[in-house]
């Protein structure tokens, strides 16, 4: 299975600053098609997961602009910009290039 | 709106039997792949498997193969988690989600315990 390793948010961030969560992928995503098959989470306290971000850096629909996406084969960074209160919670990056898919162990925003 | 709604969760013991559904709307059923996730209490999220679209090709993680079972009926809408000879660590609150993971139901919690 293909292990993803999740980095830890020195917490808290202050609102209004930038935010990094990294992810490591024990194998490289990138599809013969080109696409890097990544997904981003967040749980909100309570919430069920919402999805940021898919192929690495497209963002779902109706997802702020302040959320980015980038990275290469096995390295990912997901950017917080000017964080937000509503931003607080737990981010889950996910593998879907080979099965099982596989998730992080989450990396926790709080914030200030 | 899409809405997926998940039910039968409950406590049930070990080596038992359970069958979670899940009901969609808001879209086109039969056009989606499907699958289910679980988290467990306190940790992290653990992808259990997926359905296509007309029920004929299923994927399972290793550690629930032979043991829980996807189906689906699309003219109910309704997605299927069958799951067998349960053990304590299936304990977990279990989301079922459109494939791309756009969308989730609020999860059902199912305790497996003596």
């Known amino acids: 299975d293909i292990v993803m390793t999740q980095g830890v948010l020195p917490n808290p961030v202050p609102s209004g600053e930038s935010a990094s969560i990294t992810c490591r992928s024990s194998?490289?995503?990138?599809?013969?098609?080109?696409?890097?098959?990544l997904n981003w989470f967040l749980q909100r306290p309570g919430q069920s997961p919402q999805l940021l971000t898919y192929?690495?850096?497209t963002r779902a629909s109706g997802v702020s602009d302040r959320f980015s996406g980038s990275g290469s084969g096995t390295y990912f960074t997901l950017k917080i910009s000017r964080v937000r209160a509503e931003d607080a919670g737990v981010y889950y990056c996910?593998?879907?290039?080979?099965?099982?898919?596989?998730f992080g162990g989450g990396t926790k925003l709080e914030l200030k | 709106e899409v809405q997926l709604v998940e039910s039968g969760g409950s406590l049930v013991q070990p080596g038992g039997s359970l069958k979670l559904s899940c009901v969609a709307s808001?879209?086109?059923?039969?056009?989606?792949?499907m699958d289910w996730v679980r988290q467990t209490p306190g940790k992290s999220l653990e992808w259990i498997g997926e359905?296509?679209?007309?029920?004929?090709?299923?994927n399972y993680a290793p550690s629930i193969k032979d043991r829980f079972t996807i189906s689906r009926d699309n003219a109910k809408s309704t997605l299927y988690l069958q799951m067998s000879n349960v053990k304590s660590d299936d304990t977990a609150i279990y989301y079922c989600?459109?494939?791309?993971?756009?969308?989730w139901g609020q999860g059902v919690m199912v305790t497996v315990s003596s």
């Open positions: 989600t459109r494939y791309s993971g756009d969308y």
């Open positions: 808001g879209f086109t059923f039969s056009n989606y792949w």
């Open positions: 359905i296509n679209t007309d029920g004929s090709k299923t």
């Open positions: 194998k490289s995503l990138v599809y013969k098609d080109g696409k890097t098959y």
């Open positions: 192929w690495m850096s």
């Open positions: 996910q593998q879907v290039r080979e099965y099982p898919w596989t």
